[in-house]
T-cell receptor, first 113, second 111 residues
């Protein structure tokens, strides 16, 4: 069964600094997708970044990048130059090909000015 | 392009009442999902569908039913509402299990 674990219930970062959110997962498949979603207080689910497991290159979207370690089943999110608007709940999620999306419990990110 | 549309956005139900949360998508996605999110928690899968006429249970299906008669629509039925079903409900869709797009959520309170 797919499982996703986010071990950091809450993280804080100073504005303009860098923060890394951790995520580990378990799957028996070799081909799957990994995602980071952002959920602000409005509860809207916003896709931050997506990684395909067969691609060794780490995905990057502007200030957001991932460190994908397939053998270790680790998928951390790095946010550079943190901004006040980055404050939100962040969810890591796993999808096996053709299957359902399973979420971690989330990490609350607080950004200090 | 409307994406994923859920209705209603807010609803208060009395214990024992029934209701249907509507979800429609205009992206011709084959996969559709219903999730619930309790306060301070992650999303849990209720039901999902890989195409019209096909549905399957997720982690927390008890107390809910779904149908998928068309590609566009995936309604979620709550029978005999209970306080434990107070939550925010999200409908989502994707193509071939690719990136999932979410609706804006439906806030349901059972009193």
């Amino acid at each position: 069964a797919q499982t996703v674990t986010q071990s950091q219930p809450e993280m804080s970062v100073q504005e303009a600094e860098t923060v890394t959110l951790s995520c580990t997962y378990d799957t028996s498949e070799s081909d799957y997708y990994l995602f980071w979603y952002k959920q602000p207080p409005s509860r809207q689910m916003i896709l931050v970044i997506r990684q395909e497991a067969y691609k060794q290159q780490n995905a990057t979207e502007n200030r957001f990048s991932v460190n994908f370690q397939k053998a270790a089943k680790s998928f951390s999110l790095k946010i550079s130059d943190s901004q006040l608007g980055d404050a939100a709940m962040y969810f890591c999620a796993l999808m096996e090909y053709g299957n359902k999306l399973v979420f971690g419990a989330g990490t609350i990110l607080r950004v200090k000015s | 392009n409307a994406g994923v549309t859920q209705t209603p956005k807010f609803r208060i139900l009395k214990i024992g009442q029934s209701m249907t949360l509507q979800c429609t998508q205009d992206m011709n996605h084959n996969y559709m999902y219903w999730y619930r999110q309790d306060p301070g928690m992650g999303l849990k899968l209720i039901y999902y569908s890989v195409g019209a006429g096909i549905t399957d249970k997720g982690e927390v299906p008890n107390g809910y039913n779904v149908s998928r008669s068309t590609t566009e629509d995936f309604p979620l039925r709550l029978e005999l509402a209970a306080p434990s079903q107070t939550s925010v409900y999200f409908c989502a869709s994707s193509y071939q299990g690719n990136t999932i797009y979410f609706g804006e959520g439906s806030w349901l309170t059972v009193v």
